[in-house]
Nanobody
């Protein structure tokens, strides 16, 4: 189970730090991803972090986004700075675990329930 928190209202230019707490160890999770969904738009990936800690970000968000994880406490974090009204949306964390069965592989995915972020003056 994944549970995001830390959402709320933020002024333009402000920052947010969203934690996503996992109910199991995240140390061996292959990839953890932050997504967001703006009103009336499709869900989009903000960025991800691999088991080894390597991060990837959406091109348009890279300069003001940091994803990190605390393996000791099983928490994934999203830090975003210089927030804009277009950052408004529901933010979700996602965990992907590569599983092997009967000679084939598949991704096992888990989602949090999301946390609302509203950027407005």
């Amino acid at each position: 189970e994944l549970m995001e928190s830390g959402g709320g209202s933020v002024l333009p230019g402000g920052s947010l730090r969203l934690p996503c707490a996992a109910s199991r160890s995240i140390f061996d999770i292959d990839t953890m991803v932050w997504y967001r969904q703006a009103p009336g738009k499709q869900r989009e990936a903000v960025g991800s972090i691999s088991r080894s800690g390597k991060t990837f970000y959406a091109d348009s968000l890279e300069v003001r986004t940091t994803i990190s994880k605390d393996n000791a406490n099983d928490i994934l974090y999203l830090q975003m700075n210089d927030l804009k009204p277009e950052d408004t949306g529901v933010y979700y964390c996602n965990a992907m675990i590569l599983q092997f069965s009967g000679g084939s592989s598949y991704w096992e995915q888990y989602w949090g329930q999301g946390t609302q972020v509203t950027v407005s003056s």
